[in-house]
């Protein structure tokens, strides 16, 4: 079945430092791509997603570009903040025709001033 | 209402008990999701409701499990006769299909806690 594989966690940055958490994955068919964010208390949002081969996702400093050639969904950001400490979670769906979301394990991000 | 509604927020319930979680999805969503979180470690797909279609109960992890799916909206896990490995934080999204990309809208989640 379709799976999702994140790099393991915590990622430990001070502010400023530049930021990627690797993202791979295997699907049968063609999937959509996403990251989601959980924010300390807070429920699951959707951070980025992209739909098609060479797609950038884009949203709060944070970008990912959907390769197909390698099947990868890498998160990048130049310039981490405090405020960016959460736990992020890599997910597909649409793999095999149907919308189900597949996630991966997560990776939580600690940024230190 | 205006996002995923869960609840309660919180459940603390003694081993061998039956719990229900209620999940009030976006209204016009056609699918709906259940997900598990334990603390430390990633999300569990529990079970995926889609419009008429038979819900995928693939991850279900045993059948002291069953979820319902009423009218096309609420939903409601079940967890019969309680163990304490079922604690964690249970998760409910919906999403408005058709579309590739569609993205999903997750509750708050409800805490259970078996003791």
New interface residues.
């Given amino acids: 079945g379709d799976s999702v594989t994140q790099m393991e966690g915590p990622v430990t940055l001070s502010e400023e430092a530049f930021l990627t958490i690797n993202c791979t994955y295997t699907a049968t068919g063609y999937p ?1 791509l ?1 990251w ?1 964010v959980q924010y300390p208390g ?5 951070l980025l ?4 081969a060479d797609d950038k996702g884009s949203n709060k400093g944070f970008e990912a570009t959907y390769r197909k050639e390698t099947t990868s969904f890498h998160l990048e950001k130049g310039s981490v903040q405090v405020s960016d400490s959460a736990v992020y ?1 890599c997910a597909l ?2 793999g095999t025709g ?9 990776t939580r991000l600690l940024v230190s001033p | 209402g205006a996002g995923v509604s869960q609840s309660p927020s919180n459940k603390v319930t003694e081993k061998g008990k039956d719990v229900e979680l209620r999940c009030d999805p976006i209204s016009g969503h056609t ?1 709906l ?1 259940w ?1 598990r979180q334990s603390l430390g ?3 569990e ?1 529990l079970i ?1 409701f ?1 419009g008429n279609s038979a819900p ?1 109960k693939s991850g279900l992890p045993s059948d002291r499990f069953s979820a319902e799916r009423t009218g096309g909206s609420v939903s409601t896990l079940t967890i019969q006769r309680t163990q304490q490995e079922d604690s964690a934080v249970y ?1 409910c ?1 919906s ?1 408005a ?1 058709g579309a ?5 809208f ?4 409800t805490r259970l806690t078996v003791v």
């Fill in positions: 959509s996403f989601y807070e429920g699951l949002q959707l997603k992209a739909t098609k979670f769906s649409g149907f919308q189900k979301l597949v996630f991966g394990t997560g | 699918a999701y997900y470690q990633g999300l797909f995926y889609q995928d998760l999204a999403s299909q590739r990309g569609t993205e999903a997750f509750g708050q989640g």
